[in-house]
């Protein structure tokens, strides 16, 4: 390992003692590494990342608001692609095995065990360097990194998500009340979800109602193979898509059978639908 490299990193990490630690362990092991900035939890780790461009970003699996995971996918659709080179390594640092072997295998970048123990910070920091060296001669027959990067967060984000609800389990009306009064929407009737602050759209093919849910909560009470994400504010009915429609710079948008409006797709999201 070459102590003396220069580069950049960001640690998210919700626990101050454990952020401090790491800190104090990398500024040992690799003294000319910059940290650029810190974050308390999963929104604070997307904002600064986006506003800092580390090289770098040591991502806590469980956060308050977004987890690591859930930050690394909103990295990936908010990321600009002009910059699409510039994206950082990232390192998930976790208590949690099940999280580390998927990380490790899938080459996120890599994962630390909680707590960190000194030769495993050492080989980690030793494999991004390596990593960071290699952007710096790329190779003509390479895959583009980034492409490479959201094709493996698409399995990384499969791989952690919970087996698949019992159907007795799963939501089939939903309670949308307003003022005095409480719609019951049958879940089959709504074209697609959308997060909106504090609520989350319910959009029918007449009809918009507003709910006091998360995303996150919703998509543990629908059915996968029904309900398709699309990006990380938005869930759509897959009967209710027309057709995916791509433009010259890649972006992918659906238009949907009943209502008027195209809904974008994230690159994260965006392999479902090639081919089609």
Known sequence: MNPDLDASALIAEDEPLLAAHLRHALQQAWPALRIVGLAANGVQALERTLALRPQIVFLDIRMPGLDG???????????????????????????????????????????????????????????????????????????????????RLQQLMQAAE????????????????????????????????????????VVTARREHLIRLSLR?????????????????????ARCIARAVRDEQGRTTLELRDRPERLAVSRVFAGRFRGL
């Open 162 to 201: 919970p087996a698949a609800r019992r159907p007795s389990e799963r939501l089939e009306v939903i309670a949308a009340q307003q003022g005095a009064v409480t719609e019951m929407v049958p879940v089959d009737d709504v074209i697609y979800f959308e997060a909106a602050d504090k609520y989350l759209r």
């Open 217 to 237: 909560e919703l998509l543990g009470q629908l059915d996968e193979q029904r309900f398709w994400q699309i990006h990380r504010g938005t869930v759509v009915q």
């Open 69 to 151: 995971l859930e930050v690394a996918r909103a990295l990936a659709e908010d990321w600009p692609e002009a910059d699409a080179a510039g994206f950082p390594l990232l390192v998930f640092v976790t208590a949690y095995d099940q999280h580390a072997v998927q990380a490790f295998e899938l080459q996120a970048a890599d994962y630390l065990l909680k707590p960190v123990q000194p030769a495993r910070l050492a080989r980690c920091l030793e494999r991004l360097q390596t990593q960071l060296q290699a952007q710096q001669e790329p190779r003509p027959d390479a895959a583009p990194p980034f492409e490479d990067l959201v094709g």
